[in-house]
C-alpha cells in the first residue's frame, strides 16, 4: 500500500512568476527553508509522512488568485504569518477565521505571485 493511500492530496505546485521572489516570500512567511530541486522548483519541507509540494516556475503555469487554494501549514505560528506576509506587501483576503467543530483557524491571502493561497494552523 502507498504511503500517501490515506491522504486526499499527494502533491501541489503553486506556479510562480519569479521563483526567487515567491522562495523569499514563503521562507519569510513560514519560517521554513524550501528545497531546491531542478532549476524551476522549490520543495516545502515536510516530515517522514507528511505531503509536500513546490513552488513552480514554468511556461505553461502561470500565477493565480482564481483557481484552486492551497492551505500551507501554519500550525501554531498563524498570526506571526499572516503578520510576516503583510509586511511582504501580500493582500489577506480572509483575517484568521475560527473553523467550527474544533478544526483549528485559518487565514487566506494573495501570495507575491498573485496566488490566492491559505494557511492554517490547530491553534494560533
Known amino acids: ?10 502533491w501541489f505546485e503553486i506556479p ?7 522562495k523569499k516570500f514563503y521562507e519569510t512567511v513560514l519560517n521554513v527553508q ?3 530541486y531542478g532549476e524551476s522548483s522549490m520543495v516545502f519541507p515536510r516530515g ?7 513552488l513552480v516556475y514554468r511556461e505553461v503555469s502561470k500565477p493565480t488568485a482564481d ?6 501549514n501554519a500550525d501554531g505560528k498563524l ?11 501580500a493582500k489577506i ?7 467550527p467543530g474544533g478544526f483549528g483557524f485559518f487565514a487566506c491571502l494573495i501570495d507575491s505571485e498573485g496566488n490566492h493561497v491559505g ?5 494560533f
Open 1 to 10: 500500500m502507498s504511503k500517501f493511500a490515506n491522504n486526499a492530496i499527494t
Open 16 to 22: 510562480t512568476a519569479d521563483l526567487d521572489r515567491a
Open 34 to 36: 524550501l528545497i531546491p
Open 48 to 54: 517522514e509522512e507528511g505531503v509536500s509540494g513546490c
Open 67 to 72: 483557481g484552486t487554494t492551497v492551505f500551507l
Open 79 to 89: 498570526d506571526v504569518s499572516v503578520k510576516r506576509a503583510e509586511g511582504l506587501g
Open 93 to 99: 483576503t480572509v483575517p484568521r477565521t475560527e473553523i
Open 119 to 123: 494557511l492554517h494552523s490547530t491553534h
